[in-house]
Structures are given as C-alpha cells and as structure tokens.
C-alpha cells in the first residue's frame, strides 16, 4: 500500500526527489516505449492487450498509458522508492520472466529514461508539455550510390519551444522497398540492388522520408529517351536516364489500337476496327484514335463502372429497403454526368453536399451506403469512405488510435466526422424505397453546434478538415468540408483522381497503394506527380483532358517487352505494365470475340457485364475474376491477381467452350458463310488478338487443322486456345 509513497511525498514535500533532469511522460517514457516494441500491435499494444497488461498503440493515448503503468494493480509496475525493482524495469531487461524477451539492458539510455522517470515520482503528462512539431531527418548520402554501399540516417526533433534533440536513436525506420535499399534499427542503410526508394522515419507520431538512388551501372544511349510526345515523357523519361533505365520500344498500331480500347471503353475492336486502323496511313493516327475512343458511347460505360466502384453503389448491406431501383438510378445519373465529362470538382462537390430524396437526388445513395444504419456519424464509416474516395487518404484506423504512418490524430479523425454530423437519413416504408437526407441536429433539444463527442476523452469536436485549418460553419458542416476538399491548393484531392487514371492506364500508380497517400509513401516520380496535378487543376478538372495527355504520351505507347536493363523496373514506367483484364472486361471481351452475349438476370439480352450497375448481381465469372463488390471504399476490393480456378473456368467452363460451339456464334456464322480457311483464321486472330497471325503461328495452326477430325473441330480447337491465351486474357 505505499508503493505511490514517493509521488505523495513529491507532492507535499518539493524538491524531496532527486535533482535529476525532469523526465517528460509524453516526450520521454513514450517514446521509449515505443522505440522498445512494448506499445505496438504485436506486444501490449493491440486491442486486448498481451498477459494483462495493455497500453495505447504507439502512445496514442498517453493518458491512459500513465495510468496503466502507474495505477493499474495497485501500481505494482513502478516502485519510486526502489526505481531498480520496479516491474517494468525488471521485465525489459530480462530481470523477470518476460515473453518479449529482455529488449535492453541496464546501462542503455532507454533504461537510464524509464529508471530517472520512476525515481522522480512517475509524473504523468501536462497541459503545458511542449509539443513536438517537426522532424529533420538527413543521411550522410542519399544519391549515387551502388549496390553494397552504405549510408547512415539522423534525426533531429524540434518542439514548441525551439528546443531540439538528436532522436536518432528513438526513432523507427523502415524502408519502402527493401528490396533495393534495407534500413536496420539503428538507422544504417545499405543498398541491395540498382533502384530508388524511400527510407521512412518516424517519431512522436511525425513522419519523415529520405530517398535513396542508386543508379544502374551500365549507361544507356541518349538517343533512347529522344522520343517524346508531351511533358509526361519529360519527366519519365528524364528519371529513366537519372536511373540509367532503358526505356522499351514504342508498341505496334496492333497492340496500341487493343490496349487504347481495353483501358478507355472496356471493350475489344472488331476485327473491321483492326483491319481501318492498321490500313490508316496518316502520321497522326494515334492521337485521332485517342479522340475518337473518347467520344465513344462505351466510355460512359466503362467510366460509370469507375465512379460505381468508387461511390460503393450498391444495394444496403443490412436489408433491401433500397433493392436495386436505387442502385439502377445512381448508377443512371452517374452516366450522365461522364457523358457530359462534368469536371471532377463539380461531381465531387454535389456528391458531398446533397440533400433530398433519392428519387430526385439519387447521389444520396452515397450517404446511405457509408453511413448506414448509424444515426451518428462517428460511428459509421462516412469520414473514412470520404477521405479516402476523394483525397486518397486512408484515415479508417484513426477512429480508434493515431494513424501508425502519417500525423492524423484520433481527434483529427472525430473533428473530420464532424462534418457528418447533422446528416440524417430518413426512409419511407419499404414498398416506396424512398429515402430523404436531410440536415440538422439529431433532435429538437439539442441546441449545441454540428460537431462529435470523441469516445476516448469525452471532448466535444466541431468540424475541421486534416489540415487542421480553420473552416466557417453554416447550417450544413459539409459546404465548408466541399469547399476546402475542391480548392485547387488542395493538392491531394486532385492528386487522388491522377493517380487513379494514371494507374487505371499504366497499371501501377505513381503512389501504391492508389489511395493510400501520405508523406511517408511519396510519389515515384515527384515532379511528374506536380505537373500532372498542376494540369489536371488549369484544365479545371477535366477528365477526358486528363485521359487525353496520358493516352498520346509516348510513356503509355511504350511496348511490354522489356529490355535488359528495365525487365527489373517496376515503379518508373519504363515499359508498360501487362495486367489481366478486369472482370466485366473479361467476360465482356469472351462475349464480344465468340459472338456470344451473356444473359444477367433481370436484364435485356446483350446487356455487357460493364454496363451492369449492381455488383451484388450474382455471376460465378465476376465474382471469380475480382469484381469490386463495393463493401469499403479500398480500391483494393477489385483484383487482378490470377488464380487457379480461374484458368480452370477458362478452360473447362462454358464461359468459353459453350460460347465456341454456340450455333450463333462467330465461328459458326464464318462457316456457315463458307469463308476460306485463310478467312477465317485471320477472322478468329482479329476477333481474340486484335492482330493478324505471325507467319510461323499460321504455319503451325494449318498443319494443327491438317491433323483434326474435321475442319470445323479444328476451328473450334483453334478458338478456344486463343480464347485461353495469355495475350487475350490480358492487356499488354
């Protein structure tokens, strides 16, 4: 019962401790715990807890640390009259019996801290604690350097009152891309192989980046980054030779047309299509090809499927009070807002502020889906979709603790769901399935402004947007949250759609994961990233002019084969990324080749799985080729990983054998017409490839149709492997 005998006597007798540096809860004991392991997720950090003893994940909540070490059973982790023996010490350095292992020992200046902070009373953190506010972090050398070479990182902190520390030992590093350069503990850095990357360093809940370049050996000819279409190969190609990476060849007419009308329309060209283009002698005949796809009525289509896939349309999770009536009218007035290439701002700014009922306002779906059935905004998973569909942010973890990689606070979370505060979503009887948004406070006697009780400190949060600037309130929170999100100095609300275009073309994104970004996950390209998003904003947010500069680029026109010095690239676009087709394309791509439409119920006969707006529609091929079903805002939810039951449905399923054989289809209209063995093998290349067959694949298709049972089976043969062909069931 006198383990607290010291803090007692600290508080009645001054000075009766020793006359030791004040040591700061906050701005010491937590970060040495943290730099220990013992707050993080696989230690005491994680929600449960480990043995009994649980602390906030990364110190989130340093006021409930304090209390854990120092109240919590009666206190028995920390002993100020005997600091040596305290339980806490004892457990890190292996004293006692600990699962974690002995993590330090007792001459180090983590002990020294932990041992100094006990001995002055275990003080606890103060109003008045000075802040820490910025992080430099600087290497010894970050540029030129070659494989096995190393460097060292520092880091310096800097607090409120202008006071500064070498935190290098407290900090935690970690490398983007260990694979090119690996960072141990200690801050030391070696590179592993030719590349770039960035070392991340974080510290008091602040984060900091270095990147490190280690350029290839062998040089590349100048003449090789000469060709260029627009400031995009600029910046491409001027990082390309930075690095010492080749770029590849520019790809044929054959795969430019394919690959051009895959990522723009979701559909493949006919074989006419094939036949104009390639007979197309004028000079500018991509760039017509770019216009001329962006007109096309299967863009609205394919870019109705984007926005779907972004504003999580789909049908309640919970019940089927919306069903797809509502699904069908959002998705409808989507599609009108692509074919009137409404800017991004526009759509964006509507879909956050509208109010009404669905049937007059069917953006309203939006709120029903992230909200739900939450009549708080805290607690539905609004904030989190807002941020990361429209800034590229994932802020989802900070509801219950700071975000582990970048400077959002749980309070910077609760101030962001504030905005949704005085949204309310009011529904009719099912038979209507009419729902209404409507604004205000959640009822007549509650008089206080919009705003959130944070669930950890009780506070009272009023709106306020991750910048943590000052924003004015009117009736509805979320105009002034519109206004800041679309302002042009917003960089990451632009910067989030580039990305996504830009991964959308060239398979990867100049931040991965596509909406994850954050200081600590910097782009690969930086200047490439500014002058994009400075374009996207002068050209005052329109889409197709952004779709436009990257399709005529030579960047995107680059071939897939690699070269020797680039078949290691994956991050500076230095080839094109081959990636198998999306779902919807997929199986509307296997429709389109075989003459063969497939039937969705509830839906007209020849209806394309990209035109469908619900994703809960159930079809074995969508669901099995990584259709986005819509639960999260993640872009992670759509896939394009191959698996093995889907090249098992290729080739057994009747997605494709029942389509070759189909009496209707494709083969058996060219038979039917008594086209030439000649016709109709260009005819099925045309149709699958998008190209005519090489020399030496007609050489061997013909000796195959020699040795068939008939012409027809080796027609039918002759479908189904291009059909099951790696260079049909991905764009390249």
């Known amino acids: 019962m006198f383990r607290n005998a010291a803090v007692l006597l ?59 070490l120092t109240r919590e059973f009666l206190g028995r982790r920390c002993d100020p009259t005997q600091p040596d ?11 006692t019996a600990h699962e974690g292992g002995k993590l330090t020992d007792a001459a180090s ?6 041992r100094d902070w006990v001995a002055q009373g275990v003080p606890g953190p103060k109003k008045d604690e000075r802040r820490l506010e910025a992080l430099r972090v600087t290497a010894d050398r970050t540029a030129g350097l070659k494989p096995g070479e190393a460097g060292r990182l520092k880091v310096e902190a800097r607090y409120s009152d202008g006071a500064t520390r070498d935190a290098t030992w407290l900090a935690k590093f970690e490398s983007n891309d260990a694979g090119v350069v690996a960072v141990d503990p200690a801050g030391a850095f070696e590179v592993v192989r030719s590349g770039e990357t960035s070392l991340r360093v ?32 600029d910046h491409v190609f001027a990082k390309l030779a930075a690095l010492r990476i080749e770029p590849s060849d520019l790809c044929s007419d ?13 559909v493949l060209p006919t074989p006419d299509e094939v036949r104009a283009f390639l007979a197309d002698e004028r000079p500018d005949k991509r760039a017509k090809l770019v216009d001329a796809l962006l007109d096309r009525p299967e863009f609205v289509d394919h870019w109705a499927l ?48 509208v109010r009404g009922g669905t049937s007059e306002h069917p953006a309203v779906g939006y709120f029903i889906v992230t909200v739900g059935e939450h009549r708080e905004a805290e607690k539905s998973e609004v904030a989190a979709s807002v941020a990361q569909a429209f800034l590229g942010t994932r802020i989802g973890c900070a509801q219950c603790h700071n975000h582990p990689l970048e400077r959002y606070t749980q309070d910077d979370y609760y101030h962001f769901a504030a905005f949704f505060s005085r949204v309310r979503l009011d529904r009719k009887e099912p038979q209507d399935g009419v729902t209404t948004l409507n604004v205000g406070p959640r009822d007549a006697n509650d008089k206080r402004p919009a705003g959130v009780t944070q669930p950890r400190t009780g506070q009272y949060l009023a709106p306020r947007p991750l910048d943590r600037s000052a924003v004015r309130i009117d009736d509805d929170p979320r105009a002034a949250l519109a206004a800041w999100v679309t302002d042009p100095k917003n960089e990451s609300f632009a910067g989030a759609m580039v990305n996504r275009i830009w991964r959308h073309y060239l398979g990867v994104g100049l931040v991965e994961p596509v909406d994850d970004l954050r200081a600590s996950n910097p782009p690969t390209n930086p200047e ?46 230095s080839h094109y990324h081959a990636r198998r087709l999306p779902a919807e394309v997929l199986l509307d791509a296997l429709a389109q080749a075989t003459g063969v439409p497939d039937e969705f119920a509830g839906y007209p006969v020849g209806t394309r799985a990209g035109q469908l ?9 969508l669901a099995t080729f990584g259709r986005s079903e819509r639960v999260t805002a993640c872009a992670c939810e759509r896939t394009g990983e191959v698996t093995l039951p889907q090249l098992l449905h290729l080739m057994n399923g009747g997605s494709v054998i029942d389509k070759v054989r189909h009496g209707g289809g494709r083969l058996a209209k060219l038979l039917q017409a008594k086209a030439s063995p000649s016709e109709v093998i260009e005819e099925l290349f045309l149709a699958t490839l998008s190209r005519r067959p090489a020399p030496a694949e007609l050489e061997k298709v013909r000796a195959a149709l020699a040795t068939a049972d008939s012409a027809e089976e080796g027609y039918r043969d002759l479908f189904w492997a291009l059909l099951n062909a790696k260079e049909f069931g991905f764009n390249r």
């Open 528 to 573: 490439l990233w500014k002058a994009l998003v400075a374009d996207f904003v002068s050209h005052k947010y329109d889409l197709k002019h952004l779709m436009r500069t990257i399709l005529s680029s030579r960047t995107y026109q680059l071939a897939s084969a690699t070269r020797p010095s680039n078949e290691a690239d994956g991050r500076f676009y």
């Open 254 to 266: 054959e795969v430019f047309l394919r690959r051009a009308t895959l990522d723009t329309l979701g």
């Open 10 to 68: 600290a508080l009645v007798v001054p000075g009766s401790l020793p006359a030791a540096e004040p040591v700061s809860f906050v701005n010491d004991v937590v970060p040495v715990l943290t730099r220990l392991g013992c707050n993080q997720g696989a230690c005491h950090g994680k929600g449960s807890g480990q043995n009994g003893f649980r602390l906030s994940l990364r110190g989130y909540a340093p006021e409930l640390d304090h209390f854990t």
């Open 85 to 95: 023996n305290s339980l806490l010490l004892r457990k890190i350095t292996g004293a």
């Open 109 to 114: 200046p983590a002990y020294a801290i932990l």
């Open 202 to 233: 974080s510290f008091g809940g602040l984060v900091g980046v270095v990147v490190v370049t280690a350029p290839h050996e062998t040089a590349v000819d100048p003449a090789r980054f000469k060709g260029r279409n627009n400031f995009i190969d």
């Open 306 to 353: 984007f926005l779907g896939d972004l504003f999580q349309n789909r049908k309640e999770r919970d019940h089927d009070v919306r069903g797809t009536k509502g699904v069908r009218s959002f998705h409808a007035w989507l599609r009108d807002q692509v074919k009137a290439n409404r800017p991004w701002n526009e759509l964006a700014r509507e879909v956050l502020t």
């Open 613 to 621: 707006p619900d994703p809960t529609l159930k079809n074995y091929f």
